[in-house]
């Protein structure tokens, strides 16, 4: 069974950067389609970016594409999430999540994943 942990909390500007990482143990963490969702006070989680099996294909949301690069390194079992020109409206608790997968492409829907993160915060400010 995979674990994840997320590091990376943090408080910034706005227009600042932030990286957030997420270790995963696993002995096959290759096998694994990893994403990142978010979760803003009183808002339902949603998707924010995610990486196939290989980092050969990712995929983002709208509201961070160009701004937000999802990466993985499979020998360090470690998927990134490198967030720049950050907004106020980026503010929420960022989750991890992950899937065994038999296909090396990136998922979006949060029902695509079987394990998450307890989550880290990020807080852009004003």
């Known amino acids: 069974q995979v674990q994840l942990v997320e590091s990376g909390e943090g408080l910034v500007q706005a227009g600042g950067s932030l990286r957030l990482s997420c270790a995963a143990s696993?002995?096959?963490?290759?096998?694994?389609?990893m994403g990142w969702f978010r979760q803003a006070p009183g808002k339902e989680r949603e998707f924010v970016a995610s990486i196939s099996r290989s980092g050969g294909s990712t995929d983002s949301a709208d509201s961070v594409k160009g701004r937000f690069t999802i990466s993985r390194d499979n020998a360090k079992n470690t998927v990134s999430l490198q967030m720049n020109s950050l907004k106020p409206a980026d503010t929420a608790v960022y989750y991890c999540a992950a899937v065994y997968s038999g296909y090396d492409v990136p998922y979006r829907r949060e029902w695509n994943y079987s394990k998450w993160g307890r989550g880290t915060q990020v807080t852009v400010s004003s």
């Open positions: 696993a002995r096959t963490f290759s096998g694994y389609v």
